[in-house]
């Protein structure tokens, strides 16, 4: 039998505030960019990974862990940013099972727009109400829950490392 392992006052207490950050700072920073630039915060984070890629390119399997994310869910948002000509979707020249995501010159355009306002928005809900020590403190324990949950793998992942070898996309 296992035995629960049940939070005490303090933890309980971290649990919450925690909940309580991760909901308002969401919740705000996708309001903003939604009134400003009309796309999802999701939308957004797939702009970024791609702009930051080399050539903006990604293997669309490393783009959707990338954006911690589930293939489909990626997939279906990018047909969404491809019918708008923000991104542009091919085969993978060494992997035929294996599809490329690019972002386009509109889809650079449409996230230079958008970034002023968001990066505000970002440093209104989290930046502005910390000293440099909490943002340290934050990012630190951000970092162990992630590399906890992840297996401590690469985060963020940013080259493909499957069966076939690298993404051509990321070739030197």
Do not use: N
């Not at 708008?84 to 035929?96: L, Q, V, Y």
């Not at 099972?97 to 972002?103: C, I, K, S």
């Amino acid at each position: 039998m296992s035995h629960t392992r049940w939070l005490d006052d303090e933890e309980q207490r971290t649990w919450r505030a925690f909940l309580a950050a991760q909901r308002l700072v969401s919740e705000k920073v996708e309001r903003r960019l939604q009134a400003g630039a009309g796309m999802p915060q999701a939308y957004y984070e797939i702009l970024v990974r791609l702009s930051e890629a080399p050539d903006r390119t990604l293997r669309m399997s490393v783009l959707a862990d990338s954006a911690l994310s589930s293939r489909s869910r990626v997939s279906h948002a990018v047909a969404r940013m491809e019918e708008a000509g923000w991104i542009e979707r091919r085969s993978c020249p060494t992997d035929r099972r294996g599809q490329l995501a690019r972002l386009t010159d509109r889809g650079f355009e449409v996230l230079a727009g958008a970034a002023p306002d968001h990066v505000e928005s970002v440093r209104e809900a989290v930046f502005d109400g910390l000293t440099p020590a909490q943002q340290a403190g934050l990012r630190e324990a951000c970092e162990a829950v992630v590399a906890h949950l992840s297996g401590g793998g690469e985060w963020p992942v940013t080259r493909d490392s499957g069966p076939d070898g690298p993404d051509p996309a990321h070739a030197s």
